[in-house]
């Protein structure tokens, strides 16, 4: 969790039940393949960019809007993730 901008970028992310959150600031995903991100990606004061050539998640995306750059773009909804995001145990990163 962070009150911040969150950026990610590289040739590939990969999550297994990850939960990106931001309170106030924008999470945005720049790679050049972007494949198997399960989780979710909470940024309700801020807005999401996910930009590249394979864009798929299995999770939820709760932001003000979002924005897609993508060749191939799949979200799929999972109920389990979903559930989790009122069990959050977290861990500060801009400290």
Same mark, same amino acid.
């Given at each position: 969790?962070?009150?911040? *901008?969150? +950026? &990610?970028? #590289?040739?590939? @992310?990969?999550? =297994?039940? $990850? %939960?990106?959150?931001?309170?106030?600031?924008?999470?945005?995903?720049?790679?050049?393949?972007?494949?198997?991100?399960?989780?979710?990606?909470?940024?309700?004061?801020? *807005?999401? +960019? &996910?930009? #590249?050539?394979? @864009?798929?998640? =299995?999770? $939820? %995306?709760?932001?003000?809007?979002?924005?897609?750059?993508?060749?191939?773009?799949?979200?799929?909804?999972?109920?389990?993730?979903?559930?989790?995001?009122?069990?959050?145990?977290?861990?500060?990163?801009?400290?």
């Amino acid at each position: 969790i962070t009150e911040k *901008n969150i +950026y &990610l970028t #590289g040739e590939m @992310v990969y999550g =297994e039940n $990850a %939960i990106l959150y931001s309170k106030y600031g924008d999470i945005t995903f720049n790679c050049n393949n972007l494949t198997d991100f399960k989780g979710i990606i909470y940024a309700p004061n801020g *807005n999401v +960019y &996910l930009n #590249g050539n394979n @864009v798929k998640i =299995e999770g $939820a %995306i709760i932001a003000k809007e979002i924005y897609v750059q993508s060749n191939n773009f799949t979200v799929t909804r999972n109920n389990d993730i979903a559930v989790s995001l009122d069990n959050i145990g977290y861990t500060r990163i801009d400290q």
